[in-house]
């Protein structure tokens, strides 16, 4: 018995590979890998800017269904073999500090070192992450089942939707009537407008850059926000003002190499307000940045990093409901041999357009290695990129 897996080498050198599918006991399982999320991370990690240094099953956005579970495992997590399954990417010990705070993606014994999609093969039984046909879930995993009524496909939204929803209101306190900026209409800053929204605020209002993010910022209307604005044309504190009359109570910042976000942000915010950066800058460069500024508005500035269960149970829920077009979101799959091309495509570094699909209908039936033809560009400098990109293992 053995599960095709891709293998990141090393960066840009994936490798499609035969491993060995483990024994499972009392106290873990095995996931057949239904679909696996693209993230910003993984496009990191292909690039070479996150390369650990050695061999490694990407993906950490899997959802599933339970193949094999042991009665220890199934007891605790509340699930039996053949539920479908969303994965956390964090693992907990559930005994630590850390971990009875709540706080388990910094666990004593696993923390970011034990993520999913980030362990080495060399660690037994290699199946850590989603580009494979199994994954290995070990006895600390957290698992939620996923709605029925909820495609895979569309159920990996589950991670970005938990991050916009921890980020944009449980981390800042969001309260009802806030005005509250997003910088980046990606996936989670899409996210992040609904779960504002569901939240209460009054007025929400998304940035993005150009021509790549056309299409995202007008996508932006149907996920809850009032003004969307291209910082290649206009001030976003400046537009802010003219619709509201003022500035923002909270500014979320998800964008990614976007090193002129902060003094943005820091414009955009009111005195007193308070700056969420979740979005990292893969830079030292903070262009207009005026540290000062910080002070003389008395702004609270909040790292995030990672999402809790609560918000990964609320954003399935949410998925579920249907309110917002999560499933109709412009996406692309792509099989495990098509897994590199997509990750270029979803990071801009590549024409490649050969391996992947087209797929706007949200309920994953378009997959296979080729593009269906529906006039998208992905050029690389400046051409649209799919708002979501998932591998279906067993395509």
Not at 272 to 298: C, H, L, N, Q
Request: charged fraction near 20%; proline fraction near 6%; glycine fraction near 12%.
């Amino acid at each position: 018995m053995v599960a095709r897996a891709l293998v990141l080498q090393e960066p840009r050198r994936l490798i499609l590979e035969e491993l060995p599918i483990p024994q499972i006991g009392e106290d873990d399982a095995l996931l057949r890998v239904e679909a696996c999320g693209l993230c910003g991370t993984d496009h990191e990690q292909y690039s070479g800017m996150l390369h650990p240094g050695y061999p490694f099953i990407p993906g950490h956005e899997s959802v599933g269904v339970i193949e094999e579970i042991g009665s220890e495992a199934s007891d605790r997590w509340g699930v039996s073999a053949g539920d479908r399954v969303a994965v956390e990417v964090f693992q907990s010990c559930g005994k630590c500090d850390m971990c009875m705070a709540g706080i388990y993606r910094r666990c004593v014994q696993h923390g970011v070192k034990d993520m999913y999609g980030f362990i080495p093969v060399s660690k037994e039984p290699a199946l850590w992450g989603g580009y494979s046909q199994y994954q290995y879930l070990a006895p600390d995993s957290i698992v939620h089942r996923v709605p029925s009524n909820l495609d895979p496909v569309v159920a990996t939204i589950f991670n970005p939707l938990g991050a916009g929803i921890r980020w944009g209101v449980t981390v800042p306190n969001v309260r009802k009537g806030a005005v509250v900026a997003v910088l980046g209409p990606g996936i989670r800053g899409l996210s992040a407008c609904a779960a504002l929204k569901e939240a209460g605020a009054a007025f929400v209002m998304i940035t993005g850059k150009g021509a790549r993010d056309r299409e995202r910022l007008e996508l932006s209307t149907r996920f809850g926000a009032d003004l969307y604005v291209d910082v290649d044309h206009d001030d976003p504190a400046k537009e802010l003002f003219k619709h509201t009359g003022g500035q923002a109570d909270v500014v979320v910042d998800v964008t990614a190499k976007a090193p002129a976000a902060l003094a943005q942000a820091i414009s955009a915010v009111r005195e007193g307000g308070t700056i969420v950066m979740a979005g990292t800058r893969g830079s030292a460069d903070t262009p207009g940045f005026w540290p000062d500024m910080i002070v003389y508005k008395e702004i609270h500035i909040i790292g995030a990093l990672g999402v809790d269960s609560v918000a990964y149970r609320s954003a399935l829920d949410l998925l579920a409901s249907g309110k917002y077009p999560f499933a109709e979101l412009p996406r692309r799959t792509a099989s495990l041999e098509g897994a590199a091309a997509l990750i270029e495509v979803m990071g801009g570094l590549s024409i490649r357009d050969d391996a992947v699909n087209n797929d706007t209908s949200g309920d994953g039936s378009t997959i296979g290695d080729s593009t269906s033809g529906d006039g998208s560009t992905t050029d690389g400098n400046g051409g649209a990129v799919p708002v979501h990109g998932v591998i279906l293992p067993w395509a």
